[in-house]
């Protein structure tokens, strides 16, 4: 096992050096897309050499960074000063050896004159663009400063060494997901139509690989700063770490994001029919196939009918739906109406899905169902329901039992008894009311036991009812009713009526049903 | 951080409606199924990870417990990571907090091992165990589980004895005995010549016509002991200085005893005012009875013992009694011995019992007590700390 404790080991170095190179990719992939963007609006641009500056301007960033951070404030500004100048010149040196130094001396009069001139479209666009790289390069090298293990840490508040991290690792999603917009964006708009922005420029459908390339180096980054936070989790809680976890760690998450990148691959993005036509034309489909097996059951009904009518029957045998007319005209002939339809029927249903697990796992997570109960709209909703329901089921009862008395007043049966076989139990029609109430009782403390809730031998029945009304939360009055009514039949000698003993009956039978329930719920 | 994804995947539908380009729609479905399958995946995982402990259920102070954790991995996905915690009484002792973090294959195990070293008696739990594990991504929230609790014994320590005078009333048994009263007709040491008033059950007849005289068996005498240890846990019944002390040596002394009727294969049991901790009652009652198996279950309610104010020695007494088969000997073990608990034990001598009385830790007025035990032959022994089990040991 690895000893707790930091060591700047192979792996740890290892693993800083992965992360480089996701950060490296992320941007190229970024810068990519923004060129791709520019070359939109002036076409005819060769921004290859772009993206070779962008990886130098990268490369550097991620090895000086370490090194003037131990300056102060007012040096660090200096050298940074000194730095974009330096690239400011490089670049413009880089660009007169792309496209010769012959127009060097002439530009070189025209700055004595103006130095605006000194920044041309192409050279300010370049410039802007690897600033920002370097700059978002410098962003992410800072977050992961923050969230790298050191061994001194031990001494400080893991809370807030452990919050400082966790808001590092947040603010850097941030900032990738903000940068995948961006690119998303600029993807799209390189790709549309709009005379209105772009005047007559033609639309570039360049490849996209690098925005899929982008998300999936960015969930790979996610997953080793995920690890980084666990590592120096454990670190503070003198955690033993098996060796090999980090190397193990990441051949996972790269063939799990590899999986997930081939499946988004494989799974339809385009469809030529809406949502609302497919809707339509799959309830139309249904429909059809009903209509369709409900002549098929009365074809003999009708044809029985027809004999009655004296007329020949004529068989007239359902049309099998037409699923050809459901399909739109717009179909092409390439491919077959049908399979266009599943197509359609395919992407929706993934689509709509996906997005909806997506919902429901944050919601979930987050327990937002839980919070909505809190809101006093619905909870009075629901209360008026459960109210409304509650009124039901007493007006039931003293309707049964209105209908009880008047048959027992007026002597006649308003329908027959079903003939049941009599269930034999011991005892049963012999006892006294008082007798009933008792018996009842005692099984229903044996059904309450059946579920886990055991009665102590030196437990009063009136502290066995209120364990039993911490279990049964929805039933406490019922519990507290029941108990009464058995303390009055065991201990007094009033006497009980018939009434007593039916409605204990049914307030046990209540209580029985509410523990089926508690058990259900166990269980699950 | 799994909101701000949700957000983007918003944003990303829109622009997909909007435009209608695929890559939009690949880049989503990129992003919910990486979701979708991590969660998942780490609700199926933990799952599916079980972990299993194997440990001595039953040890005596000052071994060194070896404990086995195995985490096994049933499922055919890998588990990225696990962490695993473990709980540990502290009088066990542990080295250091057993916490690991590991990663397990698909269908692979992984085993932690660590030591306790227990130094005091007791009934420790193990556990709870709690399992954790995440998503790849840390987008998620961690999943837990919780392993059910063991329980490990740790029996009170046991001195070895050879020296106890514990005299016994019961004609049979299976000591051997000097006093020529009682003779174990199992135990034949010789044979001699008959004489007149000799029982013609014990002429041995074959040894008769080998001699032609006619000879008897001589058969060596022999007691049993059948005791009860009878143990004060009342607080009331030790120095307010010495309880916890006190208390200790007196389940000790116990333990040490009922070792060595056991040895000698004598019949032992043992009641008591204390309160098991696994039931929170008054510890079971054991009636005198041979055999390991007795001695085990002594053993581990004495493990489990406590003190308790419930009863007092007297009372307890007073309530035993009369249930004591004849030819029992009376162990007390207490820390005190005041007029109360004379009078009982004065009661139970003139009946015929016989007492020995064992103190334990500081016991004010000592000497008072061994003389008024001493009035009524009750052999009274003092322990005030371990070294004085010595002197219940032959030279």
């Given at each position: 096992m690895t000893q707790p404790g930091f060591s700047a080991s192979k792996a740890e170095r290892y693993a800083l050096w992965v992360d480089y190179l996701l950060i490296i990719v992320m941007l190229v992939c970024a810068s990519i897309s923004m060129v791709q963007f520019i070359q939109r609006i002036y076409?005819?641009?060769?921004?290859?050499?772009v993206i070779f500056l962008v990886i130098v301007i990268l490369i550097e960033r991620l090895v000086t960074f370490k090194k003037i951070q131990s300056l102060e404030l007012e040096q660090k500004i200096i050298y940074h000063a000194a730095e974009f100048v330096t690239f400011a010149i490089l670049l413009k040196l880089f660009g007169y050896f792309l496209h010769g130094f012959w127009g060097f001396l002439d530009d070189l009069s025209r700055w004595q004159g103006d130095?605006?001139?000194?920044?041309t479209g192409e050279y300010f666009f370049v410039l802007i663009l690897l600033f920002i790289s370097w700059l978002l390069c410098g962003k992410f090298v800072e977050y992961l400063e923050e969230m790298r293990i050191d061994p001194?840490?031990?001494?400080?508040d893991v809370g807030i060494l452990e919050n400082r991290r966790q808001l590092a690792r947040s603010a850097m999603i941030s900032l990738i997901i903000s940068v995948g917009v961006g690119m998303v964006s600029a993807s799209i708009l390189t790709r549309l139509d709009i005379t209105a922005l772009f005047g007559e420029s033609p639309t570039l459908q360049l490849p996209v690989i690098n925005i899929l390339v982008y998300f999936l180096a960015a969930f790979l980054f996610f997953s080793q700063t995920q690890f980084v936070l666990l590592n120096g989790r454990w670190m503070w809680h003198d955690v033993q770490i098996r060796p090999g976890l980090e190397k193990s760690w990441f051949k996972i998450g790269t063939f799990f994001l590899l999986a997930v990148s081939i499946l988004s691959f494989i799974?339809?993005?385009?469809?030529?029919?809406s949502i609302l036509d497919l809707l339509r034309i799959v309830f139309t489909f249904i429909t059809q196939i009903l209509f369709f097996i409900f002549s098929l059951l009365f074809l003999p009904i009708g044809w029985l009918f027809s004999l009655l009518k004296g007329s020949?029957?004529?068989?007239?045998v359902s049309q099998s739906?037409?699923?050809?007319?459901?399909?739109?005209?717009?179909?092409?002939?390439?491919?077959?109406p049908f399979l266009l339809l599943l197509q359609s029927l395919l992407f929706w249903t993934i689509f709509i899905g996906l997005i909806v697990l997506s919902f429901s796992i944050y919601f979930r997570q987050n327990k937002l169902h839980l919070s909505l109960g809190k809101v006093d709209f619905i909870r009075s909703v629901r209360s008026w329901i459960a109210s409304m329901f509650s009124w039901f089921r007493q007006a039931r009862i003293s309707v049964a039992r209105s209908i009880k008395l008047l048959q027992k007043q007026?002597?006649?049966?308003l329908q027959p008894k079903p003939h049941k076989q009599p269930k034999w139990e011991p005892f049963s029609g012999r006892l006294s009311p008082r007798q009933d109430v008792i018996r009842g009782f005692i099984r229903l403390v044996e059904e309450v036991e059946s579920v886990g809730v055991i009665r102590k031998p030196d437990q009063t029945p009136s502290q066995f009812a209120h364990t039993l009304q911490k279990s049964i939360t929805d039933s406490g009055e019922d519990i507290q009713a029941v108990t009464d009514t058995f303390l009055f039949a065991r201990y007094s000698r009033r006497e009980i009526s018939r009434e007593t003993s039916m409605e204990f009956t049914s307030l046990q039978k209540r209580i029985i049903d509410s523990l089926e329930k508690y058990k259900s719920s166990r269980q699950e | 951080m799994i909101l701000t994804l949700i957000f983007f995947i918003i944003l990303l539908v829109i622009l997909g409606a909007m435009t209608g380009d695929s890559f939009v729609f690949t880049v989503i479905y990129f992003i919910s199924i990486s979701i979708i399958l991590s969660n998942w995946w780490l609700n199926y995982i933990i799952r599916k990870v079980k972990v299993e402990r194997k440990f001595p259920s039953h040890v005596f102070p000052g071994e060194v417990v070896s404990i086995d954790l195995v985490a096994e991995?049933?499922?055919?996905?890998?588990?990225?990571w696990l962490f695993l915690q473990e709980s540990v009484a502290v009088?066990?002792?542990?080295?250091?907090?057993i916490r690991h973090a590991f990663n397990l294959g698909s269908k692979a195990n992984h085993q932690i091992s660590f030591k306790l070293f227990p130094h005091k008696r007791g009934y420790y739990s193990l556990g709870p165990l709690s399992l954790t594990s995440g998503d790849l991504l840390g987008l998620l929230p961690e999943a837990y589980q919780r392993f059910a609790i063991d329980f490990i014994t740790v029996y009170p320590r046991i001195f070895s004895i050879s020296n106890v005078s514990l005299r016994s009333r019961?004609?049979?048994?299976g000591i051997k005995n000097y006093q020529p009263l009682n003779e174990d007709p199992s135990r034949p040491i010789g044979k001699r010549d008959y004489r007149s008033g000799?029982?013609?059950?014990?002429?041995?007849w074959k040894s008769s016509a080998t001699t032609r005289k006619l000879q008897v068996k001589v058969f060596e005498p022999s007691i049993a002991y059948q005791t009860l240890m009878m143990l004060d846990l009342n607080?009331?019944?030790?120095?307010q200085k010495s309880i916890y002390d006190g208390s200790e040596l007196a389940i000790e002394a116990a333990a040490s005893l009922a070792s060595w009727l056991n040895a000698k294969k004598q019949a032992f049991g043992l009641v008591s005012n204390g309160i098991d901790?696994?039931?929170?009652?008054?510890a079971l009652q054991f009636p005198p009875r041979s055999g390991s198996a007795n001695l085990m279950k002594i053993l581990e309610t004495l493990a489990r013992i406590r003190l308790s104010s419930s009863q007092s020695i007297e009372e307890m007494l007073l309530q035993k009694f009369p249930g004591l088969p004849s030819g029992t000997s009376l162990i007390m073990i207490t820390g005190h011995c005041d007029a109360m608990l004379f009078t009982q034990l004065e009661r139970c001598f003139l009946l015929g019992k016989d007492i020995v009385l064992i103190l334990c830790g500081e016991v004010p007025g000592l000497q008072e007590i061994k003389r008024k035990a001493g009035i009524l032959s009750i052999p009274v022994y003092h322990l005030s700390s371990n070294k004085d089990f010595k002197g219940w040991q032959l030279p």
């Amino acid at each position: 096992m690895t000893q707790p404790g930091f060591s700047a080991s192979k792996a740890e170095r290892y693993a800083l050096w992965v992360d480089y190179l996701l950060i490296i990719v992320m941007l190229v992939c970024a810068s990519i897309s923004m060129v791709q963007f520019i070359q939109r609006i002036y076409t005819g641009w060769d921004a290859s050499y772009v993206i070779f500056l962008v990886i130098v301007i990268l490369i550097e960033r991620l090895v000086t960074f370490k090194k003037i951070q131990s300056l102060e404030l007012e040096q660090k500004i200096i050298y940074h000063a000194a730095e974009f100048v330096t690239f400011a010149i490089l670049l413009k040196l880089f660009g007169y050896f792309l496209h010769g130094f012959w127009g060097f001396l002439d530009d070189l009069s025209r700055w004595q004159g103006d130095f605006l001139t000194f920044f041309t479209g192409e050279y300010f666009f370049v410039l802007i663009l690897l600033f920002i790289s370097w700059l978002l390069c410098g962003k992410f090298v800072e977050y992961l400063e923050e969230m790298r293990i050191d061994p001194l840490d031990v001494n400080w508040d893991v809370g807030i060494l452990e919050n400082r991290r966790q808001l590092a690792r947040s603010a850097m999603i941030s900032l990738i997901i903000s940068v995948g917009v961006g690119m998303v964006s600029a993807s799209i708009l390189t790709r549309l139509d709009i005379t209105a922005l772009f005047g007559e420029s033609p639309t570039l459908q360049l490849p996209v690989i690098n925005i899929l390339v982008y998300f999936l180096a960015a969930f790979l980054f996610f997953s080793q700063t995920q690890f980084v936070l666990l590592n120096g989790r454990w670190m503070w809680h003198d955690v033993q770490i098996r060796p090999g976890l980090e190397k193990s760690w990441f051949k996972i998450g790269t063939f799990f994001l590899l999986a997930v990148s081939i499946l988004s691959f494989i799974l339809p993005t385009s469809y030529t029919v809406s949502i609302l036509d497919l809707l339509r034309i799959v309830f139309t489909f249904i429909t059809q196939i009903l209509f369709f097996i409900f002549s098929l059951l009365f074809l003999p009904i009708g044809w029985l009918f027809s004999l009655l009518k004296g007329s020949p029957p004529t068989a007239e045998v359902s049309q099998s739906p037409d699923f050809t007319s459901l399909i739109p005209p717009a179909a092409t002939q390439q491919v077959p109406p049908f399979l266009l339809l599943l197509q359609s029927l395919l992407f929706w249903t993934i689509f709509i899905g996906l997005i909806v697990l997506s919902f429901s796992i944050y919601f979930r997570q987050n327990k937002l169902h839980l919070s909505l109960g809190k809101v006093d709209f619905i909870r009075s909703v629901r209360s008026w329901i459960a109210s409304m329901f509650s009124w039901f089921r007493q007006a039931r009862i003293s309707v049964a039992r209105s209908i009880k008395l008047l048959q027992k007043q007026v002597g006649i049966r308003l329908q027959p008894k079903p003939h049941k076989q009599p269930k034999w139990e011991p005892f049963s029609g012999r006892l006294s009311p008082r007798q009933d109430v008792i018996r009842g009782f005692i099984r229903l403390v044996e059904e309450v036991e059946s579920v886990g809730v055991i009665r102590k031998p030196d437990q009063t029945p009136s502290q066995f009812a209120h364990t039993l009304q911490k279990s049964i939360t929805d039933s406490g009055e019922d519990i507290q009713a029941v108990t009464d009514t058995f303390l009055f039949a065991r201990y007094s000698r009033r006497e009980i009526s018939r009434e007593t003993s039916m409605e204990f009956t049914s307030l046990q039978k209540r209580i029985i049903d509410s523990l089926e329930k508690y058990k259900s719920s166990r269980q699950e | 951080m799994i909101l701000t994804l949700i957000f983007f995947i918003i944003l990303l539908v829109i622009l997909g409606a909007m435009t209608g380009d695929s890559f939009v729609f690949t880049v989503i479905y990129f992003i919910s199924i990486s979701i979708i399958l991590s969660n998942w995946w780490l609700n199926y995982i933990i799952r599916k990870v079980k972990v299993e402990r194997k440990f001595p259920s039953h040890v005596f102070p000052g071994e060194v417990v070896s404990i086995d954790l195995v985490a096994e991995n049933t499922s055919i996905l890998p588990a990225p990571w696990l962490f695993l915690q473990e709980s540990v009484a502290v009088e066990l002792a542990p080295a250091h907090p057993i916490r690991h973090a590991f990663n397990l294959g698909s269908k692979a195990n992984h085993q932690i091992s660590f030591k306790l070293f227990p130094h005091k008696r007791g009934y420790y739990s193990l556990g709870p165990l709690s399992l954790t594990s995440g998503d790849l991504l840390g987008l998620l929230p961690e999943a837990y589980q919780r392993f059910a609790i063991d329980f490990i014994t740790v029996y009170p320590r046991i001195f070895s004895i050879s020296n106890v005078s514990l005299r016994s009333r019961s004609p049979m048994g299976g000591i051997k005995n000097y006093q020529p009263l009682n003779e174990d007709p199992s135990r034949p040491i010789g044979k001699r010549d008959y004489r007149s008033g000799d029982s013609l059950r014990r002429i041995d007849w074959k040894s008769s016509a080998t001699t032609r005289k006619l000879q008897v068996k001589v058969f060596e005498p022999s007691i049993a002991y059948q005791t009860l240890m009878m143990l004060d846990l009342n607080p009331s019944g030790y120095y307010q200085k010495s309880i916890y002390d006190g208390s200790e040596l007196a389940i000790e002394a116990a333990a040490s005893l009922a070792s060595w009727l056991n040895a000698k294969k004598q019949a032992f049991g043992l009641v008591s005012n204390g309160i098991d901790s696994l039931t929170n009652h008054l510890a079971l009652q054991f009636p005198p009875r041979s055999g390991s198996a007795n001695l085990m279950k002594i053993l581990e309610t004495l493990a489990r013992i406590r003190l308790s104010s419930s009863q007092s020695i007297e009372e307890m007494l007073l309530q035993k009694f009369p249930g004591l088969p004849s030819g029992t000997s009376l162990i007390m073990i207490t820390g005190h011995c005041d007029a109360m608990l004379f009078t009982q034990l004065e009661r139970c001598f003139l009946l015929g019992k016989d007492i020995v009385l064992i103190l334990c830790g500081e016991v004010p007025g000592l000497q008072e007590i061994k003389r008024k035990a001493g009035i009524l032959s009750i052999p009274v022994y003092h322990l005030s700390s371990n070294k004085d089990f010595k002197g219940w040991q032959l030279p």
